[in-house]
């Protein structure tokens, strides 16, 4: 399932505590597709903790407890890292990462703690959601079979990869725009992993974001740069995107383009994926100020002049899932819509 709809089913399962109807939440992936993001995503909507549990670093005890005497019976300290509604707040998120990689005596330990949200004399927050996640048996992790017991304790989602919605999510957190052009012109790029060679850097979302770090932090030192852009991504892939971001300096003057001028759009396609990557995170930036509905305007403009018109749906769609439907409100949008809605009824 596509990342923006786990995103709804995670909100709404987060939600659900409130009624009563919540079901623990099991999210199966390969590495570096977002699992964790996403429960972190759901925790600062709300503003509530996430209390992150590696089941695989545990032993059965931490989860169950140091057990000590009174009298002539024996009682259970409860663990501290366990969520506590005086201690953590009355809602949250106990997130249990990895749960795949959990030895079976571990796993069973977590049996009660999930579907009855009980672990001996400890009682889960009523307001508290559980989600966990863990890798398949085919992603050359640390894995083991999930019991049955166990796995018939969630409902369970497998995470997709998906450009559109990495795109919205980079938009919103200040990922290069040359990485997200990048991509746009590569789209297979976004994940490739092949565990049956095992790489030990290849590309995947999470690495992506490592990519941009390495883009700000050598941009400048052109001799290291290509280098730590292969260590983020893998060797292949990094060499394309340094290739890439090279080129760019045949790009037209995107200042231009926002103040109106009539502006040839570039022949090469790589370079037509920089400059609409470039336009949105520039229309992000304008968002607020004065001169937003103007630049907005001279976008779609400008998306109206590519020689594929498809492009120019690309750049236009990228701008709504970032600003909204603001996009709607801009003179040049009727405009626009009628140029391409022929592309729009086909798709």
């Known amino acids: 399932m596509r990342p923006a709809q786990l995103l709804r089913i995670l909100d709404q399962e987060f939600l659900s505590t409130s009624a009563g109807h919540h079901t623990p939440v099991m999210l199966w992936g390969p590495p570096g597709v ?31 407890g140091i057990p000590f005497r009174v009298g002539n019976h024996v009682e259970w300290a409860v663990p501290a890292l366990l969520p506590d509604a005086e201690r953590h707040g009355p809602q949250g998120i106990l997130f249990l990462d990895e749960i795949t990689s959990v030895p079976p005596a571990v796993s069973a330990a977590a049996y009660q703690l999930i579907l009855d949200r009980r672990l001996g004399e400890y009682q889960v927050p009523d307001h508290w959601a559980i989600f966990a996640a863990g890798n398949r048996q085919g992603d050359r992790g640390v894995t083991y079979t999930m019991p049955a ?115 040839p759009v570039p022949t090469a396609i790589d370079l037509q994926y920089a400059v609409a990557a470039a336009l ?23 998306a109206g002049r590519f020689p594929q018109r498809e492009m120019g749906v690309m750049l236009v769609s990228d701008l709504h899932r970032a600003i909204g439907d603001a996009l709607f409100q801009v003179p040049a949008f009727a405009a626009w819509a009628q140029a391409v809605a022929d592309i729009m009824i086909d798709h």
């Open 34 to 64: 977002g699992k964790s993001q996403m429960v972190a995503q759901i925790a600062a909507a709300h503003q509530t903790p996430v209390i992150d549990i590696r089941l695989s670093q545990m032993e059965p005890s931490d989860l169950r």
């Open 149 to 263: 017991p166990l796995a018939n304790r969630f409902s369970h989602f497998e995470v997709d990869t998906h450009l559109d919605d990495w795109v919205a999510w980079a938009y919103a957190n200040g990922i290069d725009e040359r990485i997200i052009g990048f991509l746009r012109f590569r789209p297979e790029l976004l994940f490739n992993f092949d565990p049956a060679h095992n790489p030990v850097a290849f590309p995947s979302p999470r690495s992506w974001e490592f990519a941009h770090r390495g883009l700000r932090k050598f941009e400048d030192q052109p001799e290291l740069l290509r280098g730590t852009l292969q260590a983020c991504v893998g060797p292949a892939a990094g060499i394309e995107l340094h290739a890439f971001i090279t080129s760019l300096d045949q790009m037209p003057d995107l200042d231009a383009i926002l103040a109106g001028d009539e502006v």
């Open 280 to 302: 949105v995170g520039r229309a992000i930036r304008a968002a607020g100020s004065d001169s937003a509905t103007q630049v907005i305007d001279n976008i779609l403009v400008y």
